[in-house]
């Protein structure tokens, strides 16, 4: 039997940020792309955590991303 670690929303988020924060991936690409940083056998639980909290594959890495808040100059 192989186990199977879950993934919480709150951890997909920070993961995501950390790859942006890197340059690792950019805001604006698909959320399929972190794909690419978890392990194939955890993906699936990735997947189904995304689905959900409402995520789609297809949407934008910037929507699993906190709102920026920018002050006028």
Known sequence: MVATVDYSI????????HLV????????QLIYTLCEFIPPREWICVECELERNNYLLRDRICD???KEEWEED
């Not at 997909?12 to 940020?17: G, L, P, S, T, V």
């Open 64 to 66: 699993l991303l906190p």
């Open 10 to 17: 709150e951890e997909i988020k920070d993961e995501a940020r």
């Open 21 to 28: 924060e890197q340059g690792t991936i950019d805001r604006q």
